[in-house]
Nanobody
Framework: QVQLVESGGGLVQAGGSLRLSCAASGHTFNTYDMGWFRQAPGKEREFVAGFSASGDTTYYADSVKGRFTISRDNAKNTVYLQMNSLKPEDTAVYYC???????????WGQGTQVTVSS
């Protein structure tokens, strides 16, 4: 059973930074693609950033390119999302997710709230 637990959310002023963490358990960490998603009030959940199981390839939504960085620590089974130059429109609940070879994100964390004040 894959389990994902996010942490690191909070309230920050525009232009500030936060680092989110996602602790993974229950699976071989480097055999799953990992991703970060977010959902703002009244909006659909959207992809933010992700990388392949091998870690060779990373992906970013256009809205966060150059500001957010996804990374991983295999020894700690943890995925990070470093968020810089935050904007009020980045306010959302951020979720960590994992997918196996069927390319469907089936495993989700509980989410962590990020609020950016103007």
């Amino acid at each position: 059973q894959v389990q994902l637990v996010e942490s690191g959310g909070g309230l920050v002023q525009a232009g500030g930074s936060l680092r989110l963490s996602c602790a993974a358990s229950g699976h071989t960490f480097n055999t799953y693609d990992m991703g970060w998603f977010r959902q703002a009030p009244g909006k659909e959940r959207e992809f933010v950033a992700g990388f392949s199981a091998s870690g060779d390839t990373t992906y970013y939504a256009d809205s966060v390119k150059g500001r957010f960085t996804i990374s991983r620590d295999n020894a700690k089974n943890t995925v990070y999302l470093q968020m810089n130059s935050l904007k009020p429109e980045d306010t959302a609940v951020y979720y960590c997710a994992a997918r196996a070879t069927d390319l469907v994100y089936r495993y989700w964390g509980q989410g962590t709230q990020v609020t950016v004040s103007s």
